[in-house]
């Protein structure tokens, strides 16, 4: 008897164009982990002005959907709302991981200071206590600076880190990213 895949909740980053390019990294993810994963890139609102509580909403429909012990990962801006959408609404789903690549960390310059773009100061107490948090991050990154990677690491000391190449899209392979989901979800596939 063969078990139910694992959902892989992929959640595309913000701006023109980001859906499309982000379907291109949520298929190679499906690709690098193969059999026994379901990978899914629910539609995020893609009007800049809709404001954080249409994507917050979309986020945590997505994840109410998920069976099992789910996966998230988040990219770019979708990684923060992601963080920011876990961090201020409980869920009944179980959570195996949370992968975040390439996201902005609020207020860290001032490319990434407005109003609006912010998360709790107590973050790592307000994110799910048992789910494994993995930041990406490229030093080449022309979008989101690497720096950032090491603030969330600071504002979630439990979380680890992984430096990667290929820009912000890293090179569209998210291979380390599947071989990190198989070894979150080892015991469940």
């Known amino acids: 008897m063969s078990s139910a895949p694992v959902d892989v909740i992929f959640f595309h980053g913000a701006g023109a164009g980001a859906r499309e390019a982000d379907e291109k990294l949520a298929e190679n993810l499906a690709r690098h982990l193969g059999d026994g994963f379901s990978v899914t890139l629910p539609y995020l609102p893609e009007d800049e002005d809709s404001g954080d509580d249409l994507w917050l909403e979309a986020i945590g429909a997505a994840i109410s959907r998920a069976s ?10 979708g990684g923060y709302m ?32 407005f109003d609006g773009f912010e998360l709790p100061t107590d973050l790592d107490e307000r994110l799910p206590p048992d789910a494994p948090i993995i930041f990406y991050a490229s030093e080449d ?49």
């Open 68 to 77: 099992r012990p789910a996966v998230l990962v988040g990219h770019s801006a």
């Open 82 to 113: 992601l963080l920011k959408q876990l961090a201020l609404r409980r869920h009944t789903t179980e959570i195996a991981g949370i992968c975040i690549i390439a996201a902005p960390f609020p207020g860290s310059d001032q490319d990434w200071t």
């Open 141 to 189: 990154d022309e979008i989101v600076p690497f720096a950032h990677r090491d603030l969330f690491a600071a504002a979630i000391p439990r979380a680890e880190v992984r430096t990667t190449a290929g820009g912000h899209q890293l090179g569209d392979d998210l291979r380390a990213v599947a071989d990190d989901i198989r070894g979150l979800t080892a015991t469940t596939v």
